[in-house]
């Protein structure tokens, strides 16, 4: 069973606009950790953040924000006043612990591409 | 510092060939680990190394697939007999532990194409 969801397979937005990044995960532990990844087209990924299961804290970095909701297990990111230089693919992924043997290898989402146009 | 790099950066092969593909992570990093990136897909873990113990090998997708790591330096991911479904992007990352939550940096990638 896929464990982490990006459902978003392309988003295309003008610049300036706000978009939002769902990222919706599956687990049996309690705990956990939650990473986004940007992959820009050069193609080397980037850490965004990374959250875990016991701060559901929204974190505001700049223009990027995240909200981390237990309740529905999603993580979602969003970029306000978005600019071209956010174009690229994003990964959300998830670290388990030891109750699913995950060790600290990470469990990625699909991605989703970003396209954002002037 | 120096962020993890990979050689070389572009592969191209014959089906059949075997090929080795390199990895030097952050200097201090004492866990490494190889994923593959299919194109247009997330990326699937193969291998993971941590410091002197056992490497947990779970995600090689065949026994074609080995990889090597001595101490906390260079690792090579080796494909024997590559397939045209082995052609993918190779990610190598490094954290400084391999405690649960731990921030993993990635290289540039290796990308393999087979003939």
């Known amino acids: 069973a896929q464990k982490v969801t990006q459902a978003q397979t392309e988003i295309s937005v003008v610049e300036k606009e706000d978009v939002t990044l769902d990222c919706v995960y599956e687990?049996?532990?309690?705990?956990?950790?939650l990473f986004w990844y940007k992959q820009p087209p050069s193609g080397e990924l980037v850490f965004l953040i990374r959250?875990?299961?016991?701060?559901?804290q929204n974190e505001i970095s700049g223009r990027y924000s995240w909200n981390f909701q237990k309740s529905t297990s999603s993580f979602n990111f969003t970029i306000t006043a978005s600019q071209v230089v956010d174009s690229a693919v994003y990964f959300c992924?998830?670290?388990?612990?030891?109750?699913?043997?995950?060790?600290?290898?990470?469990?990625f989402g699909t991605g989703t591409q970003l396209k954002v146009e002037l | 510092g120096a962020g993890v790099s990979q050689s070389p950066s572009n592969k191209v092969t014959e089906k059949g060939k075997d090929v080795e593909l390199r990895c030097d992570p952050i200097s201090g990093h004492t866990a490494l680990y190889w994923y593959r990136q299919r194109l247009g897909q997330g990326l699937e873990f193969l291998i993971y190394f941590q410091g002197n113990s056992a490497p947990d090998k779970s995600g090689l997708p065949s026994d074609r697939f080995s990889a090597e790591r001595t101490g906390e330096s260079v690792s090579t991911l080796t494909i024997q007999r590559t397939q045209q479904e082995d052609s993918a992007v190779y990610l190598c990352?490094?954290?400084?532990?391999?405690?649960?939550?731990?921030?993993?940096?990635f290289g540039p990638g290796t990308r393999l194409l087979v003939l």
């Open positions: 992924a998830l670290s388990e612990g030891e109750l699913t043997g995950g060790g600290n290898k990470l469990t």
């Open positions: 990352a490094s954290s400084l532990r391999t405690s649960l939550g731990e921030t993993q940096y």
């Open positions: 959250r875990n299961s016991f701060d559901e």
């Open positions: 687990t049996r532990d309690t705990t956990y950790y």
